[in-house]
């Protein structure tokens, strides 16, 4: 995609239409006639054109595309603080237009409890990232899993609008799994209980 224009300088036109008038001439009123002529032109045409690439979006710089991740929170127990995964999305450094993050197309799974901060942004420059978080709720126990399909697009008004290019894709996967607290057999507690009764009435005779 690109923009470009055409520049004439010292352009020198000669047209000599002496051809075309002879014939109308010679036709007669109310007659029709057709003449052609050479139309000439001399000078210094410069045309100058310039051009960027489409942008293209990436889960990392590396140099190639990488168009799906997958982030594991793996095992927490219920209840507890899952720390949050950090991404980044890149718009590939090259000689690119910007990158608009138009939003997620497509949801699947637990979204209700791996989720991400992401919000849309637009122009993204070639060669610069943003950084988002992955989010686990960990409220319930089970294992989770969420699937998120990002859109992308070249900034608008940055090129030819019929050559901009919308519905590149990032798949964005989360997986996480929530334990419950073992409990505490009833047998184990009341052991537990017993030994602690001890402890105190041999303190007690000690101290007598």
Do not use: C, K
């Amino acid at each position: 995609m690109g923009l470009g224009h055409v520049a004439a300088a010292d352009l020198g036109f000669q047209w000599n239409p002496t051809a075309v008038r002879a014939n109308v001439d010679s036709a007669g009123s109310g007659a029709t006639a057709s003449a052609s002529t050479t139309l000439a032109w001399e000078g210094n045409l410069t045309a100058t054109y310039t051009f960027v690439d489409h942008a293209y979006a990436s889960f990392n710089d590396s140099g190639y595309l990488n168009d799906e991740l997958t982030l594991d929170f793996g095992t927490v127990q219920q209840g507890g603080a899952a720390a949050p995964l950090g991404f980044d999305i890149y718009n590939l450094e090259n000689e690119a237009t910007g990158l608009d993050f138009i939003g997620i197309s497509a949801s699947s799974g637990d979204t209700e409890v791996l989720t991400t901060d992401l919000s849309a942004f637009s122009d993204l420059l070639a060669g610069d990232f943003l950084s988002f978080l992955a989010l686990f709720d960990t409220s319930n126990a089970g294992s989770f899993a969420a699937s998120y399909t990002l859109i992308f697009r070249d900034t608008l008004g940055t090129g030819a609008s019929s050559s901009q290019q919308s519905g590149q894709t990032l798949t964005l996967n989360l997986l996480g799994t929530v334990v419950a607290p073992v409990p505490v057999p009833p047998a184990l507690w009341l052991f537990g209980s017993a030994l602690a009764g001890m402890g105190i009435v041999g303190w007690r005779r000690n101290g007598a």
